[in-house]
């Protein structure tokens, strides 16, 4: 009886180790699942860097492609408007009456109501720092009568800046209501604009403000260009756009030194990635560039010019202005001078007068000529000193 106790045990142990010896296996060999992995989404639609002086482009991609520039129009209107003021048709002075239209105008705003008065200077900063669209359309309103005169004076500054991919349809950049048009326009045409933007400082003085107060201190303008504090000293314009059919975009500029660029992105997923392209693209141009000085304004040119009648037989003349140009570091050498400088010259010689010209070549290619002056007034030697230099005499 003991000895078929300790059988049953026996087996009712192995019984158990047999079944649960699978179970160990399959679990040993299960395989784990993979999480599934998101599609990585493209940082912007489309990009460019150009040097600012030049207009020479460094790189960019889908550069022609016409997307919504968002509020980034805004930068048209400021060039209508400075165009203006350096023509003197209207002043910062002028005083501008918000209209019961401007007043309704939604998304970004300083909340003007109709009737409140602002200068036109307060208007843009509210346009530039605030990006406020009711601004931008009283101040549309002021310069043209309406807004569709306004639109009309954009699209005529587009085209004669060869704005080519480029169509305004509204002075703010807000998504179009039902049954109107979008604004569109592309980084190559922004870049562009930006370039002429930077003609006038008055532009850079308002888009570089990051807070200003607005209604006697009432209202706090923030910039929505955080490129200001996320490269200070570097960024100091121009201005960001955005709605959601058409991503966040910026049109920037910055300075190091004698170097400007210009950079330019569309389309991109949020605001924080937007800043992040143009905070490389920045960092990668100002590595990658130089300014060369070429000539310097008063440097004399060593080459005689002989003075048939004046008083001095010879004369060495100067540049006139200076001249600098960026180049990238492995084409530093690739400038290159020449000097052209008349051999003879008749009668007295004026202070300034032109003597010559320094052409000034990059890889071959023309891109300066700057005169060669007299740094003095040569008047004519006498009549007796002149006849004995005609006869071939040495005096």
């Known amino acids: 009886m003991r000895r078929f106790i300790v059988i049953m045990l026996i087996l009712m142990f192995w019984a158990t180790f047999a079944y649960a010896r699978p179970t160990v296996h ?14 990585k989404v493209a940082p912007y639609k489309a990009f460019i860097v ?3 002086v030049t207009g020479k482009m460094l790189e960019g991609e889908n550069i022609h492609e016409r997307r919504p520039p968002a509020s980034v129009t805004k930068l048209m209107l400021a060039y209508v408007v400075i165009d203006k003021l350096n023509r003197k048709e209207i002043n910062l002075t002028d005083k501008i009456v918000t209209s019961k239209e401007a007043s309704k105008i939604g998304g970004s705003q300083v909340y003007l109501k109709e009737g409140e008065t602002f200068t036109l200077e307060e208007m843009m900063k509210a346009v530039l720092v605030a990006s ?19 639109v009309r004076l954009m699209n005529e500054k587009a085209k004669a800046l060869g704005m080519n991919d480029t169509e305004f349809n509204s002075v703010h950049g807000l998504p179009p209501s039902k049954g109107d048009k ?10 562009i604009l930006a370039r002429e933007l930077l003609k006038y400082p008055k532009i850079l003085e308002w888009t ?7 209604r006697d201190g009432k209202f706090i303008m923030n910039n ?51 800043d992040e392209v143009a905070i490389e693209k920045f960092k990668k141009a100002f590595s990658q560039y130089k300014v060369i000085n070429v000539v310097k304004k008063g440097e004399v040119i060593d080459k005689d010019i002989f003075l048939i009648d004046g008083k001095y037989r010879k004369i060495k003349g100067v540049v006139n202005s200076s001249f600098s140009y960026p180049v990238p570091y492995d084409k530093k050498d690739s400038i290159k001078k020449e000097i052209n400088v008349q051999e003879k010259i008749k009668g007295e010689v004026r202070e300034g007068q032109k003597l010559g010209e ?8 023309i891109i300066a000529r700057i005169d060669i002056v007299s740094p003095i007034h040569i008047p004519k030697a006498n009549l007796f000193t002149r006849f004995i230099r005609r006869m071939g005499l040495n005096i």
Do not use: W
């Open 50 to 52: 150009t040097e600012a």
């Open 208 to 214: 570089s403000i990051a807070t200003e107060g607005f």
């Open 358 to 365: 320094v052409i000034i070549k990059f890889d071959d290619n």
């Open 26 to 39: 399959k679990i040993a060999h299960k395989k784990t699942q993979k999480a599934p992995t998101q599609e």
């Open 224 to 274: 929505h260009n955080k490129l200001l504090t996320k490269m200070p000293g570097v960024v100091d314009g121009l201005k960001t756009g955005y709605y959601r059919e058409t991503g966040f975009n910026v049109v920037a500029t910055g300075k190091k030194g004698e170097l400007r660029f210009i950079v330019v992105v569309l389309g991109s997923p949020s605001a924080k990635i937007r």
């Open 132 to 150: 406020g669209n009711d601004a931008a359309y009283a101040v549309a309103e002021f310069v043209a009568g309406s807004k569709d005169a306004f």
């Open 182 to 191: 979008e604004d569109l326009s592309s980084c190559h045409d922004l870049a």
